[in-house]
Structures are given as C-alpha cells and as structure tokens.
C-alpha cells in the first residue's frame, strides 16, 4: 500500500499564494489516481482537485478552478498543488488520497482508501 505525507501548510494572509506537497512512498504513484481533499471545522472533507492517473487529466472543484493547480510527478512520487489567491474559506486541513488505478469517481472521498495525515491551511484576512 502506497504511504502519503503532505506538507506546506502553514499560516498566510488572504491574497497570498502557498504549495502543499503530498510525497509518496513504499509503491510507485504512478499505480494510484490521486486527488487533494480539504476538511474545514465542522463541515464535510470536500474535493479540491484531481491530479489524474498516469497524468494529463486534471479536475477541480468550482471553488478553486482558476486559483489551484495539481500536479502529479509520477517520476519523483509527488503530487502538489499550487494554491494562489488564497481567501479565508480555503482555510483547511488539506489531505492527499489514492486509489490503485484509474478512477471515475475522482471528487468522491470513498473511492479512496488511502489518505495522508494531512496538512493545515490557515488564511487570515
């Protein structure tokens, strides 16, 4: 099973710009479709953005769509995601998950069993 960690999250000011990493390890990420998820307190984890399989195919959700952008490095095991224009409501616990294989359901958090620890986003106005 292949192990996730995130990193970058941290403190920033609304306006700015931030990149999480989502580093894997023990098995190749280019087995897995994978996806970043973000929880805020008190509400459901919600679908950020789809990095896509063997790479190529990307999707967001409306929120971000224009201010994020994933990429999924199959060659160095990482995905990231570029965060720009950051507002409060993107203040999150941001999680990385996978699934071996190709993936339809890509915006649906059941579909992945493997999550990392995730990564908290604060964004002070």
């Known amino acids: 099973q292949v192990q996730l960690a995130e990193s970058g999250g941290r403190l920033v000011q609304a306006g700015d710009s931030l990149r999480l990493s989502c580093s894997a390890s023990?098995?190749?990420?280019?087995?897995?479709?994978a996806s970043w998820f973000r929880q805020a307190p008190g509400k459901e984890r919600e679908f950020v953005a789809f990095?896509?399989?063997?790479?190529?195919?990307?999707h967001y959700s409306p929120s971000v769509k224009g201010r994020f952008t994933v990429n999924k490095d199959n060659r160095n095991n990482v995905m990231t995601l570029q965060m720009s224009g950051l507002t409060v409501d993107d203040t999150a616990t941001y999680y990385c998950?996978?699934?071996?294989?190709?993936?339809?359901?890509?915006?649906?958090?059941?579909?992945?069993?493997?999550w990392g620890p995730g990564t908290q986003v604060t964004v002070s106005a």
């Open positions: 998950a996978a699934v071996q294989g190709q993936l339809r359901a890509y915006s649906d958090p059941k579909a992945y069993p493997n």
């Open positions: 023990r098995v190749s990420l280019s087995l897995y479709a």
């Open positions: 990095g896509g399989w063997a790479g190529g195919i990307t």
